[in-house]
């Protein structure tokens, strides 16, 4: 028997085991189950929620759509993460959450990271010229 893969092998089933649990707490929640494999983070909705709030709270924004705000979230029943949701209601958005895995939060806090960057390759491509400002 080939064990060269094995180290893969095993690393492949603990991460399919993590998202089995997550799937199954969101069903005895009786609430959504998000798969960051599938729901890759959208840039609007990373800037609702601040990245140290992310982590302080092991939530991941992933879309938002009008009022609706797509959350996972790795622990719903914690109480930060509860009050949190409620002041977003009371900002007038509706969070809409779902169980995401800790496999699912480390890969969507990467998303942070690549907004960051984003940023800063908008600041250091921007250029004003004088002749642009004198003409507005």
């Given at each position: 028997?080939?064990?060269?893969?094995?180290?893969?092998?095993?690393?492949?089933?603990?991460e399919?085991?993590?998202?089995?649990?997550?799937?199954?707490l969101?069903?005895?929640?009786?609430i959504?189950?998000?798969?960051?494999?599938?729901?890759?983070?959208e840039?609007e909705a990373?800037?609702?929620i601040?990245?140290?709030?992310?982590?302080?709270?092991?939530?991941?924004?992933?879309?938002?759509?009008?009022?609706k705000?797509?959350?996972?979230?790795?622990?719903?029943?914690?109480?930060?993460?509860?009050?949190?949701?409620?002041?977003?209601?009371?900002?007038?958005?509706?969070?809409?959450?779902?169980?995401?895995?800790?496999?699912?939060?480390?890969?969507?806090?990467?998303?942070?990271?690549?907004l960051?960057?984003?940023?800063?390759?908008?600041?250091?491509?921007?250029?004003?010229?004088?002749?642009?400002?004198?003409?507005?």
């Amino acid at each position: 028997m080939d064990q060269s893969n094995l180290p893969q092998d095993i690393q492949r089933f603990q991460e399919e085991e993590k998202e089995r649990l997550a799937q199954r707490l969101a069903d005895l929640l009786g609430i959504n189950y998000f798969n960051l494999q599938y729901f890759k983070p959208e840039t609007e909705a990373l800037t609702l929620i601040s990245e140290e709030n992310a982590r302080r709270l092991k939530i991941i924004p992933i879309k938002k759509e009008y009022k609706k705000l797509y959350i996972g979230v790795f622990d719903p029943t914690n109480e930060e993460v509860q009050k949190f949701l409620e002041s977003l209601k009371e900002s007038g958005y509706e969070p809409i959450i779902g169980v995401i895995s800790e496999t699912s939060f480390e890969e969507g806090l990467k998303f942070y990271q690549l907004l960051a960057k984003e940023k800063f390759s908008y600041r250091e491509s921007l250029e004003i010229r004088p002749e642009v400002i004198k003409e507005v």
